[in-house]
């Protein structure tokens, strides 16, 4: 079943933020994921939530938990959470009652 990563986070500090995306690509791709969202102005439409948010779709809550906790993304990773606010969760995938597959 596909699992998926979402990152919703608020940019505190703008120029070492710029570290990141070139950081945490390399390892995004060399995990096989999909990015699905990337978005640094996300639409708030209830609640408080970060500006920034990230989706990336993998096969499996296994294959997600290795990329974050992954040596290759452990650099991006700090660099993320030194220069922002906010939460990642690991979520399943949802499936239709009645059916299987992710």
């Given at each position: 079943m596909s699992a998926y990563i979402v990152l919703n986070y608020?940019?505190?500090?703008?120029k070492?933020?710029?570290?990141?995306?070139?950081?945490a690509m390399p390892s995004i791709a060399a995990s096989g994921a999909e990015v699905l969202?990337?978005?640094?102005?996300?639409?708030?439409v209830e609640g408080k939530p970060g500006h920034a948010t990230v989706v990336l779709?993998?096969?499996?809550?296994?294959?997600?938990?290795?990329?974050?906790?992954?040596?290759?993304?452990?650099?991006?990773?700090?660099i993320r959470i030194a220069n922002a606010d906010g939460v990642a969760v690991i979520c399943d995938g949802f499936v239709t009652p009645g059916r299987s597959g992710g």
């Open positions: 608020t940019i505190t500090n703008a070492g933020y710029e570290a990141y995306p070139p950081a969202v990337a978005d640094n102005h996300s639409e708030a779709r993998f096969d499996s809550k296994e294959a997600a938990r290795a990329w974050y906790e992954s040596p290759a993304y452990q650099t991006a990773k700090a």
